[in-house]
């Protein structure tokens, strides 16, 4: 049942307010870059300069006023922000630091949460270490493989509609796995509703099964026969699945080439694998697909 | 200004010695004076003389990268005057933070920006990179940049979570507990990560060991933290910030929709036209220079 005073009690934690501004700034700007997008599409599709590329837009104007103008004022109202905001709520400090009490739940800063709610699909070395990483790498390989020379400088949609849908979807799978892993994660990292009481008592039974014991394989079989199953689905996820794009968006292929190809498809399947084994978890309790005796998918 | 304050400055304050010295271009109220006021700026010059008028709009640029630059000045001010009331050591950290609360003047603005304003950045940085993408700013000629702009995210999470822990409070450990406890799972590297036992870890000589200067969260920790969050993180950072703003001039100034004619500029067919060679017709004409 919602009750106010619970969802305002997660809300109002200082240390959540930025999680609020988040939600405002991802809903302004989105609709910012989506609008101006739209409307050069427009632009292109009649025949007109961008809006960037207009005759006017083009001039040229003195940094002095035009733009020391903008960036003082800028400034000035994210000091004056920062100040009224720094005066009117105070920094949360809890009690003195003490190995022997555990807070429950014990979280993360909020920017980790997104990692920290991966933990519950994946083991750490993939949700902590594995994933970061990828994100990382993924994030500075992207110049390097969407080698499509249009909408260099200006918003559009139409000319980078893939580059774009698969940007928009890992930036707000990560927004809301924090979003969620701030308002919506209780005691003992617990799912509730907004507005449901946090109890430490809640028992969630976990019902959770690996794939081999949703196919019915006696557990006892030797490892490598037993999870032949997993190895096949995972082999026919990182292999079959890029094989056949390839020969359906030929195209696609030929104007990356074999090695942006590739390396495109293993950081789109492994972006996908997260938002997958959700739903299989969601839907068939399903812990790990494979099982082996040195680490778990 | 009133007249006759402005006649003050123009007769007493102007023509002095030390005025002079200080601002060698006279008053920006033609375009020579506005040219040399931002060329002859140490700060200013960060930016160009003169830019493209789509450049100077909010709904192009949202102004995130210089918001970011900004909340790093407010953060390293605020740290500065920070580290004059704080011991990195587990039985002081706590009563200096109390006491920034009830002792010192002005104590409790100081550690608010300092907080508010580290979490802000997070977002500002965010928001850069989002702006940064949907222009598709990082093509070429600017890959290395974004790269680089990547690197400075990473380094602005890390900041914000070693500066986390110094409170020395619950929510503090707590949160650098749990944060700290995915280095453990690192592959080979950490005591409780794939294929670990080939190179013997155990939990007290493992990354995660390293990182804490123990096996749990402690007094060597925070020193550990203190030094990275107040001298070594962000002595890497300046250095890629430093890399980050060059380049952005380097690689043509603010992105736009002249960039595209900027990414046909092959260096190579441009020093083999010098030369005489035939590739010649190849190279595209460089942008005009302003």
């Known amino acids: 049942m919602f009750r106010w005073e619970f969802f305002l009690e997660i809300i109002k934690k200082p240390d959540n307010i930025p999680i609020i501004l988040l939600i405002i700034a991802l809903i302004v700007y989105t609709w910012i870059a989506l609008y101006k997008a739209f409307d050069n599409d427009k632009r292109l599709a009649e025949g007109r300069p961008v809006w960037e590329a207009e005759p006017h837009n083009q001039e040229k104007v003195h940094t002095w006023p035009h733009l020391l103008n903008i960036e003082f004022i800028a400034a000035i109202i994210l000091m004056a922000g920062l100040t009224l905001w720094s005066v009117f709520l105070n920094a949360p400090l809890e009690e003195p630091a003490n190995p022997g009490v555990t807070p429950n739940p014990s979280k993360a800063p909020w920017y980790f949460l997104g990692l920290q709610e991966m933990l519950v699909y994946f083991d750490p070395w993939i949700a902590g270490v594995l994933m970061p990483t990828i994100i990382i790498i993924g994030l500075m390989a992207i110049p390097y493989i969407d080698t499509n020379p249009k909408g260099n400088g200006y918003y559009c949609w139409k000319d980078r509609k893939f580059a774009i849908s698969v940007f928009m979807f890992g930036w707000f799978l990560w927004m809301i796995l924090i979003v969620q892993g701030t308002i919506l994660r209780g005691p003992g990292w617990n799912f509730f509703w907004p507005g449901e009481y946090w109890d430490v008592h809640k028992v969630v039974p976990l019902v959770n099964v690996n794939l081999y014991e949703l196919l019915n394989i006696d557990p006892k079989t030797f490892w490598l026969i037993r999870e032949m199953p997993a190895l096949i689905l995972l082999g026919l996820y990182f292999l079959l699945i890029p094989y056949i794009v390839s020969k359906i968006y030929r195209k696609f292929y030929e104007d990356l080439g074999f090695a942006r190809y590739t390396v495109t498809m293993i950081l789109l399947l492994l972006l996908m694998s997260l938002p997958i084994k959700m739903i299989l978890r969601w839907t068939l309790n399903l812990k790990y697909i494979l099982v082996t005796p040195w680490f778990n998918i | ?290």
């Open chain 2, 1 to 290: 200004m009133s007249s006759k304050l402005q006649d003050f400055l123009e007769k007493h304050v102007y023509p002095t010695q030390i005025w002079q010295s200080i601002f060698r271009h006279g008053k920006p109220i033609n375009d020579r004076n506005r040219s040399l006021a931002v060329l002859s700026n140490v700060f200013l010059h960060l930016h160009p003389i003169r830019l493209p008028r789509y450049a100077t709009k909010y709904t192009y640029t949202w102004g995130m990268g210089g918001m970011s630059f900004l909340l790093f000045l407010v953060e390293t001010v605020t740290g500065i005057l920070l580290m004059f009331y704080y011991h990195p050591t587990a039985t002081q950290a706590y009563i200096d933070i109390k006491s920034l609360e009830f002792d010192v003047p002005f104590g409790m603005l100081l550690r608010n920006m300092h907080r508010w304003g580290a979490h802000l950045m997070v977002l500002t940085v965010w928001f850069h990179m989002f702006r940064v993408f949907m222009t598709g700013s990082y093509k070429k000629p600017r890959e290395f940049n974004w790269a680089i702009g990547v690197l400075l995210l990473t380094i602005t999470l890390f900041m914000s979570f070693t500066g986390y822990l110094l409170p020395w409070d619950q929510l503090a450990m707590w949160a650098i507990t749990v944060g700290t406890n995915m280095a453990r799972a690192v592959p080979f590297l950490g005591h409780e990560g794939p294929f670990s036992n080939l190179l013997g870890l155990r939990i007290d000589n493992d990354i995660r060991f390293a990182l804490l200067g123990g096996t749990t969260v402690g007094g060597p920790t925070l020193l550990r933290f203190y030094v990275l969050h107040c001298i070594a993180v962000p002595f890497v950072m300046s250095f890629l910030l430093a890399v980050h703003f060059w380049r952005i001039r380097k690689d043509g100034g603010i992105s736009g929709p002249q960039s595209a004619r900027l990414a046909n500029l092959n260096k190579v067919t441009q020093v083999k036209a010098a030369l005489g060679k035939k590739e010649e017709s190849t190279v595209a004409q460089p942008p005009k220079t302003e």
